[in-house]
């Protein structure tokens, strides 16, 4: 007897509650519905007109909801043949034009990239077992294909540090369910990075540059300019900038 093939539904959008499927695989971990709804939450005024891309594509459901709810194209990437021939089913099957599927792993697509215009919103659920996320991150960013203010969606299970993503990716949201840890992550616009993951000299540099005209004055004042200014309470930790005056003649 043949096993039925397991399936998802769409939750929003033109698809909503059109159900795709996929083969029945162990590594298959389709992202949940609970998670999907706070996900696209997230992403509620970004995703219309978006380029998206699902680096892992599997079930293909993470951009196939993107697509139903208004993005511009999907890119699929999916290394299993079988599990692409079923998201190709799927997409006919919606009647979708804008939905482009590679048979390819991640990292060897990402490698033999040459030219392609950046995407928008990019959708990394890698395989737990596989350790490939970072180096996957580190390939999207040396090759700058997330636009400048893009989104980065990041599913993983609980105990992988994510320690080693790319400094220019700044953390908005973030959540936990089971032993499952999903991020959102922005890529921040050229030239502005994060003072967190900077030295003193850069996180001062930084203070200079994004300051307003307004004085800062030293003392107990300090740490509320420096809120004020957007400056990580990071910085009350270092006294000697207790005595930090930034005026309008040296920003």
């Known amino acids: ?17 059109r159900t795709i499927t996929f083969p029945d695989r162990s590594e298959l971990r389709p992202t949940g519905n609970r998670i999907r709804e706070v996900l696209f939450d997230w992403l509620q005024f970004e995703i219309a007109k978006s380029r998206c891309l699902d680096l892992f594509a599997g079930s293909g459901a993470l951009g196939i909801e993107s697509l139903s709810r208004g993005a511009e194209s999907a890119t699929f ?20 034009t804008n939905g482009f599927v590679y048979f390819a792993s ?10 392609i215009d950046p995407f928008d919103i990019v959708f990394l659920d890698p395989p737990f077992k596989h350790n490939l996320l970072i180096d996957c991150c580190k390939l999207l960013e040396k090759k700058s294909m997330i636009s400048e203010g893009g989104f980065i969606y990041i599913e993983t299970d609980n105990d992988l540090s994510l320690k080693a993503l790319p400094l220019s990716w700044r953390l908005k949201h973030e959540r936990r369910t089971g032993n499952v840890s999903f991020y959102l992550y922005r890529r921040d616009k050229k030239g502005i990075t994060d003072p967190y993951n900077k030295s003193i000299n850069a996180r001062f540099n930084f203070i200079k540059k994004q300051a307003s005209p307004m004085k800062i004055f030293p003392s107990r004042f300090t740490w509320i300019g420096l809120l004020i200014e957007g400056v990580p309470p990071l910085w009350l930790k270092n006294s000697h900038f207790d005595a930090l005056q930034i005026s309008n003649q040296n920003v």
Not at 77 to 96: A, Y
């Open 77 to 96: 990437i999916e290394s299993d043949h079988k599990t692409g021939l079923f998201l190709q089913d799927n997409l006919r099957s919606l009647d979708v």
């Open 106 to 115: 991640a990292i060897q697509w990402l490698e033999r990239l040459s030219h």
């Open 1 to 17: 007897m043949t096993k039925k093939p397991n399936s998802v539904r769409i939750i929003s959008g033109k698809f909503k509650s």
